[in-house]
């Protein structure tokens, strides 16, 4: 090994994983993204990738800082959605472990990595999967870690990482930044550098809407400790964690890397300003009735962009299946005009849309095959506006310069009402997802996302916060975390159980 040209294994998994949404299959895995030995930077060069773009950034960096030889594993990663079908996992996990034997000799290995997945047999498969790279390194070795800051940090990540950075902003539009991050890291750690880890979980799991990095607690969190980063305290890692993992190590947890007595002593502070601050963690959303008289009342006075209702319980970007009704049917009962509403997810209704072609008006009836008490059967009679493959690249926030596979997509009218109609779960968040069929966000007078937050980062365009409004209905992803019943989640925990104490900790380090 040379460290003039070092040697590096990238490998990664992705999934965010809700414990009361459906397995997440071997298929969803595969056709949303998994590339294999040099497949992964044959992507990752492409303009449009679609990978995880912390991988083409960390490639990107890695160029530009100097000579390297990459060595590409594996890359694997689908929407989030109920744990992993364990079968996959394993067996990922074992092509990994013997793709990694073969290419030895490596002077790192980069992980890239949600951070939040659960298993069909296994509470922390990041864990085994960040086991396996340290096993596979030895103990000199760096494994460096780049995860979503809704990960549920567990102490084996923890043990098996030299480093372990997390994204800064929510919507996360710091991916491929993050991955550029920590390609100078990795090349520290290689020239011989180690950091202090300094370990805090916090008995905190908030809703992720209150997890947004423009503003609140936990955007002062992470505020507070990028302004302490420097040469010996290079990393500061503020994780809200993913409650809907129900998780044993969910919480809050700051993790920060560096040296002498100013990593434990930040830590700490940031861990008493969670625990002070811990009332701006529970969420507060607007009454259905409420919201659909805001847009009603939008759709009459003719007012431009007046109004965006999120969708917050039925996010597919946090599990959610993207077809519940709550929303959608008191809209048409309200016969709200000048309404865009997306993504709904029902792959039966936009293959008839196809069938019928653009222009034709059909009886449908969403959910048909797949009703359930939050997404009900619902007769229809639609209008085809437009029909689209649904390949489509990202225009802004979270999507943007990313492919996305929409499936067989089509847009379609009932009554006052545009609706997109896909095949695949993806969380409304950009706007190509309309214009791609010619809508424009800006010609109606309310629009209506299945999203929880990262929508904010694209259609801002049109809406700032003012004219947002979290929507109180059903789904696998509402915010009001006392609707479900959870079987590991660490109790009490804030803001669940209201009487949480917590005496404060002394920070773990090694």
Known sequence: MSKSRPRIAILGIHLESNAFAPVSTEEDFRKSCYFEGEAMLIEAAKPAPAMPSEIPGFVEAMNAGGPWEPVPIIITATE????????????TLARMRAMLAAAQPYDAI????????????AEDPDGALYALAREAAGPQVPVLATVDLHANISRRMVECADCILSYRTNPHVDRRER????APLIRRLIA????EKTFIRMPIVPPSVTLLTARGAYADMIAEGQRHIGPDLPVVSVVGSFAFSDAREGGITILIYGRGDKSRDLARQLAEFAWTERERFRVRLTPLNDAIARAARAGRDGARSAVCL???ADNPGGGGRGNTTDVLEALLAARVE???LGNFVDPAAAAKCHAAGAGATVRLTLNEACADDYGRALPVEAQVLAL?????VGRRGVYAGRTVHLGPAAAIRIGGLTMVVCSRRIQCADPVFFETFGL????FSSLVVKSRGHFRAGIDEWYGDDKIIEVDAAGLTSPILERFTWKRLPRPVWPLDLDTRWPGVEPAAR
Do not use: K
């Open 179 to 182: 991955g550029a991050e920590a």
């Open 338 to 340: 000048r309404v865009l």
């Open 192 to 195: 011989g550098e180690r950091w």
């Open 388 to 392: 689209s493959d649904g390949v489509v």
């Open 440 to 443: 424009d966000i800006g010609a």
């Open 310 to 312: 999120a969708d917050v």
């Open 110 to 121: 980069y992980i890239s990595n949600h951070g939040a997945m659960t298993s069909t047999g």
């Open 80 to 91: 989030p959605g109920g744990p992993a079908d364990q079968r996959f996992i394993d067996a």
